[in-house]
């Protein structure tokens, strides 16, 4: 009942910049937390950065100072901008929405399809 779209994936040189985006849609009633994973090749999909409905945040150790998440409520669309990348951010980087949708009331936990962010020279 909650699709999620992804963008802003691609190929960035280190120390370059990216902006990820993901909307939700679908029979929203409310959402709650949105946030960002990764998974590198070989490795467990791990948290980088979350954002509450009222906007407080958390961040991977690894990605702070260098990643900003932000949510806009009224577009149900959240983002990872990311500056000073470097080449162990290289991994499909998936957004996750949870809240409660109009039917019932009920809770939803829906992932994006993924998006690849490589960076390297």
């Known amino acids: 009942q909650v699709q999620l779209v992804e963008s802003g994936g691609g190929l960035v040189q280190p120390g370059g910049s990216l902006r990820l985006s993901c909307a939700a849609s679908g029979s929203i009633f409310r959402i709650n937390t949105m946030a960002w994973y990764r998974q590198a090749p070989g490795k467990q999909r791990e948290l980088v950065a979350s954002i509450t409905r009222g906007s407080s945040t958390n961040y991977a150790d690894s990605v702070k100072g260098r990643f900003t998440i932000s949510r806009d409520n009224a577009k149900n669309t959240v983002y990872l901008q990311m500056d000073s990348l470097k080449p162990e951010d290289t991994a499909v980087y998936y957004c996750?929405?949870?809240?409660?949708?109009?039917?019932?009331?009920?809770?939803?936990?829906?992932w994006g399809q993924g998006t690849q962010v490589t960076v390297s020279q």
């Open positions: 996750n929405v949870r809240g409660t949708v109009t039917e019932y009331l009920r809770d939803f936990d829906s």
